[in-house]
């Protein structure tokens, strides 16, 4: 297997240069990148990542882990997150909770370990020792979509309150009086907040909020499904 040597030696100049080539320096003049890109192809020399990221401490990696991938909110959201990385030259190892704070910290033990630049996560509801341990030693470290409690964590979310406002105010337009609502789970920050403000949002249209129309899922398909049937076999059901 070829290395920066091999490439150095074939290309006509010194390591250091082919180091400068490899990690994109502007200091190589147009001439000398060609000559070292063409001896990389014709070697098919691959720079060693792990070697790489001893020497300069950093990996160019960052590390995503999201609560359920079946979600079709969290696959939207990994994209987003990919396509962004790639154009900031960064590459993302994603990692799926499925909801479950150990399995969560597989995947937050395991980013760590493989030294990714930076961890973005969605957490489960439950704060473990294991996050709480990353939060204290300041590893780089943001939130997406969901707060914990008692955590200082910078956090990445959307304006959900905005968007419920704005459901609400269009059923109550098309002449709908009776709202139920399918939260997510009240331990998750968003299955709380998202609740507050549908209530608000129902207070502001003059509508009332039967406490049987306001039912907990858990963010799954199944889940709304199974709870949608109940809401329309109430004897009052909502429409």
Do not use: W
Not at 13 to 23: D, E, I, Y
Not at 174 to 200: D, K, Q, W, Y
Not at 224 to 229: P, S, V
Request: aromatic share 4%; proline share 5%.
């Amino acid at each position: 297997m070829a290395g920066v040597k091999d490439v150095a030696r074939l290309a006509g100049v010194s390591v250091a240069t082919v180091s400068r080539v490899l990690n994109d320096s502007a200091a190589v003049t147009g001439e000398t990148r060609a000559r070292v890109l063409e001896a990389v192809a014709e070697l098919g020399y691959r720079p060693n990542a792990v070697a790489r990221s001893l020497r300069t401490d950093t990996t160019r990696t960052i590390g995503l882990v999201i609560g359920d991938i079946l979600n079709p909110f969290f696959t939207e959201l990994a994209r987003a997150v990919e396509d962004e990385a790639r154009r900031s030259g960064y590459s993302v190892v994603i990692g799926n909770a499925d909801e479950r704070p150990e399995r969560q910290d597989h995947y937050v033990r395991t980013l760590l370990e493989q030294r990714v630049d930076g961890l973005l996560l969605c957490p489960t509801a439950e704060i473990t020792p294991l996050v709480r341990d990353v939060v204290r030693d300041g590893a780089p470290l943001v939130f997406l979509d969901r707060t914990l409690p008692g955590l200082d964590v910078p956090t990445v979310r959307a304006d959900g309150a905005e968007a419920i406002g704005a459901l609400v105010a269009h059923l109550r337009g098309l002449g709908r009086r009776r709202v139920a609502f399918i939260s997510g789970p009240a331990l998750l920050s968003t299955g709380r907040e998202r609740t507050e403000a549908f209530r608000a949002a129902m207070r502001a249209n003059g509508l009332e909020v039967p406490e049987e129309y306001l039912v907990a899922g858990d963010f799954r398909a199944g889940s709304g499904r199974e709870t949608a049937a109940r809401l329309l076999d109430l004897p009052r059901p909502p429409r």
